[in-house]
């Protein structure tokens, strides 16, 4: 874990200052700082998390003396902080502690052990070159010797591209390898074991993807953990290729009548907001990525009546589209989201194989989701107004000062709430970091609906020192929706899944353990 993450949970980061001047939704209002919040003592709750996850954290000596076990309290219930004499939830929703490979002596062997490889290669093509004029040399007849020269000629330019080729995808092949850290190294070995396993077991490709998923194993886990396709590994190729040839007859069924009356108006709207969807990255702005995402929201929303359409959904699909159009045409490298549909790259022009394989994948798993939280998207929507409710009662109880601030300025969750439910916080966070955070809520039973409600406490916590110096409503108001987080990466996303972590187990399991504190001490 570096400096900076150690004295986030000792004392948070140092403040700055705003201005009402910003304009730009997602960075900082007129500065530039970095962000602080306050925190109390939560060693012994971080301890539990990073002893219960695989690879999220990575201790100093100074940290792991801070949370040693003999500063530990058990808790109340005693279930929470001596996870081995306990039998609930929390040890099966997490990972056993696994140690990766260090970083130093290890991966400089790595380094030597490839640079050795390459010399052999280099050694092999000159071998080969010079084996053609021992015979040449043996020749009598000097016609001979000249066609023979030629012929030996031709063959070895060709073995040398052939081996110039190899070594080449060798060396690319070593560069990449070579960006991983041991901690990325490690969980692309957890993964490619698991995955190529004949029969896995799906309650440990939960609790490995917790604490994020290697990147060129994304896609396949996330079909996995949508139940999209089965565990058995002989089994998963027959059922993705017959579920691909199913959806393509729902577009027959369910897509040409979209200009009929009935449908139109349902039609038109996703037609408006389909442009919308994620303006900055510019694969989203191609045609053909606009024409499919149509395609399967249209097909959705007459499949399931009871809600139809629902602005907002458009922006649920995109996640599982990159993710599977990387898989692709990128082995999964998240780094190429910005790049996806660019002139000259390999996505200016996707091909139409590989389109539809993307549109079914991400239709069939959106389709998943949307059965977690469908009364999101019902009638008033009272799935979301639920949340908003519960999610005030978090932060009343989990930080009552942070609390009140937010009411005592008129300002409703609601206000500020009602997008991070309704789109699951993606036009809060960048895509990337929304893509990390899925990888946990997909490993959870109902992660869309109950861990959601506390990533958003969590999240809006985080912000706590920034916004109690604000001081009314619109200052307030103008920075909760636009938070500054256009420079996130996947370290402040695993910050936000801690806390939502501790809070879920220490809270979400006793919901009334405050309320009978304060109707106990009434009494008294």
């Known amino acids: 874990m570096s400096q900076e993450r150690s004295s986030f949970w000792r004392s948070g980061r140092s403040a700055f200052t705003l201005s009402p001047t910003s304009k730009n939704p997602g960075e900082p209002i007129g500065s530039t700082g970095p962000m602080n919040r306050t925190h109390t003592d939560t060693s012994d709750n971080t301890k539990s998390f990073m002893e219960a996850t695989d690879d999220v954290w990575s201790l100093n000596e100074d940290l792991e003396q801070e949370i040693s076990p003999t ?136 609790k490995s993807s917790w604490s994020g998923i290697s990147s060129a194993h994304r896609a396949q886990t996330w079909r996995l953990l949508c139940g999209y396709v089965p565990t058995t590994l002989d089994r998963r190729k027959p059922a993705l290729s017959r579920k691909r040839t199913e959806y393509k007859s729902l577009i027959g069924r369910y897509f040409e009548p979209r200009n ?131 999610l005030e009662d978090v932060v009343k109880r989990v930080d009552p000062q942070l609390h009140e601030h937010i009411v005592s300025n008129d300002i409703q969750y609601l206000q500020f709430a009602f997008r991070w439910m309704n789109n699951l916080l993606m036009r809060e966070i960048p895509l990337h970091c929304t893509i990390r955070l899925w990888d946990a809520y997909l490993a959870e039973q109902d992660g869309f609906k109950s861990l959601h409600l506390f990533v958003c406490a969590s999240f809006l916590i985080f912000w706590k020192r920034l916004i109690l110096e604000q001081t009314d409503f619109q200052s307030i108001l103008m920075l909760l929706q636009n938070l500054p987080t256009t420079s996130w990466t996947n370290d402040e996303i695993d910050l936000v899944l801690a806390e939502a972590f501790t809070t879920k187990y220490t809270y979400g399991d006793a919901p009334k353990h405050y309320q009978s504190q304060t109707s106990a001490s009434s009494l008294s």
């Not at 219930?77 to 939830?89: E, Y």
């Not at 091909?351 to 069939?364: G, L, M, P, R, S």
């Open 71 to 206: 500063s530990q309290k058990p808790s109340s219930s005693g279930k929470f902080f001596r996870k081995s004499n306990s039998k609930s939830s929390l040890v099966s929703l997490t990972s056993p502690t696994s140690q990766a490979p260090s970083s130093g002596s290890d991966h400089l062997l790595a380094v030597q052990a490839a640079a050795k490889l390459v010399i052999q290669q280099h050694t092999k093509v000159n071998v080969v070159v010079e084996q053609p004029k021992s015979k040449i040399i043996n020749k009598n007849d000097d016609k001979e010797v000249v066609k023979d020269k030629e012929k030996e000629k031709d063959l070895v330019l060709k073995k040398d591209v052939a081996v110039k080729s190899t070594e080449t995808v060798k060396n690319e092949s070593f560069v990449n390898f070579s960006r991983m850290s041991s901690k990325e190294k490690a969980r692309y070995d957890k993964f490619e074991k698991l995955l190529t396993s004949t029969t896995l077991d799906i309650t440990t490709v939960q």
């Open 260 to 390: 009929d009356p009935e449908h139109s108006s349902t039609f038109r709207q996703i037609h408006i907001d389909i442009p919308r969807t994620h303006p900055g990255i510019e694969i989203f702005q191609k045609k053909q990525i606009q024409e499919l995402l149509e395609r399967l929201l249209f097909i959705w929303s007459i499949r399931h009546p009871a809600s139809g359409y629902v602005q907002g959904i458009n922006d649920l699909a995109t996640p599982f589209m990159v993710v599977f159009l990387l898989d692709e045409v990128a082995e999964g490298d998240l780094s190429r989201i910005n790049t996806l549909g660019q002139a000259g790259s390999t996505t200016e022009e996707i091909e139409e194989d590989i389109q539809w394989n993307v549109e079914a994948d991400t239709f069939w798993c959106l389709t998943r989701l949307l059965d977690t939280i469908q009364d999101h998207f019902t009638f008033a929507q009272p799935g979301i107004v639920q949340q908003v409710q519960a």
